[in-house]
């Protein structure tokens, strides 16, 4: 039994279906399945009981999942411990524009209480790049949203947030209980830079107006001034919170958008799985409080 095997056993057990942790591990279905039968055999226990929907942890599995959880941890944080030995490390984290309370206020006092020896230094980025430094090689890990053209990055979801259309209060739409954007022709659309990733703009704007010349906008709070003050359209996640005066429509025609820990190797260093890790505790623990 390697930490390999463990890993993999962990994302299986969260995801609770061999597909999805497939997918979540960016590898292929068959190779997964035969790892966590080679890891029963090497254990001489059965860990997962599998189902037509995907699987459960056996009453071993789940002893196996709180114990691999902890093991792993503190596989990472001594081989951190180690490179901190020769010289204090440096972890950058990227921030994408809604992300940055979350990422200063929640998710870096976490990690920050694993990794004390660590530099955390994070780097916020406007709507121009959803990429949150990745794609620069500013940042090691990002905390942004998909979609966008995301070739050669690799990705955790942590959370996927329908999204809505942002209005005055004495917008016409106002009582709908949704709309279809393809149903909304003429609308005046914020516009995001020129040069912002097509897949990323595509998704966060409305059908052109043909003749349209709409400053662009860099920032969230740039976006909603734009609708509040000038009568402009928008689109948010349903969760983004909005100043007065200005209210959410959920749109039926766009799928949700997903948050995501993001980063640009496929078999990332020690500080990185650390902190997707540790990342992705903290929402769900933030998730769980909130609900």
């Known amino acids: 039994m390697d930490l390999r095997a463990l890993r993999y056993f962990v994302a299986v057990a969260e995801e609770r279906n061999i597909g999805r942790a497939a997918d979540r591990l960016r590898m292929t279905q068959p190779p997964l399945s035969r ?21 459960e942890l056996t009453r071993v599995g789940r002893i196996l999942y709180d114990d691999a959880l902890a093991l792993l941890e503190y596989a990472d944080r001594l081989e951190a411990r180690v490179r901190s030995a ?31 020896n660590v530099s955390v230094h994070v780097h916020e980025t406007d709507l121009g790049d959803p990429s949150a430094g990745l794609r620069a090689g500013l940042v090691d890990v990002a905390l942004t949203r998909l ?14 947030e329908p999204v809505g259309l942002v209005a005055r209060e004495d917008d016409p739409l106002l009582g709908q209980t949704s ?16 040069d912002t990733d097509r897949v990323w703009s595509a998704y966060w704007t409305g059908p052109a107006t043909p003749g349209a010349q709409e400053a662009p906008v860099r920032t969230i709070q740039e976006a909603l001034q734009a609708v509040l003050w000038n009568g402009m359209s928008a689109l948010a996640p349903l969760d983004q919170l ?25 078999d990332p260093p020690p500080l990185v799985r650390s902190f997707v890790r540790i990342a992705a505790a903290t929402f769900h623990r933030k998730d769980t409080h909130s609900t």
Not at 243 to 266: F, K, M, N, Q, Y
């Open 35 to 55: 790892a966590m039968h080679r890891l029963e055999a090497d254990l001489g226990a059965t860990l997962l009981d599998r189902t037509a929907g995907g699987v």
């Open 86 to 116: 020769a010289g204090r490390t440096t972890l950058t984290v990227g921030s994408l524009a809604d992300t940055a309370e979350l990422v200063g206020g929640r998710i870096v006092p976490a990690f920050r209480e694993h990794h004390p």
């Open 147 to 160: 979609p966008f053209e995301d070739t050669g990055l690799h990705s955790h979801v942590l959370h996927a």
């Open 179 to 194: 709309v279809r954007l393809a149903d909304l022709p003429g609308r005046r659309w914020v516009q995001l830079p020129p």
């Open 242 to 266: 909005l100043p007065a005066g200005l209210v959410t429509i959920p749109v039926t025609d766009r799928p949700p958008s997903r948050l995501v820990l993001a980063w640009p190797e496929a």
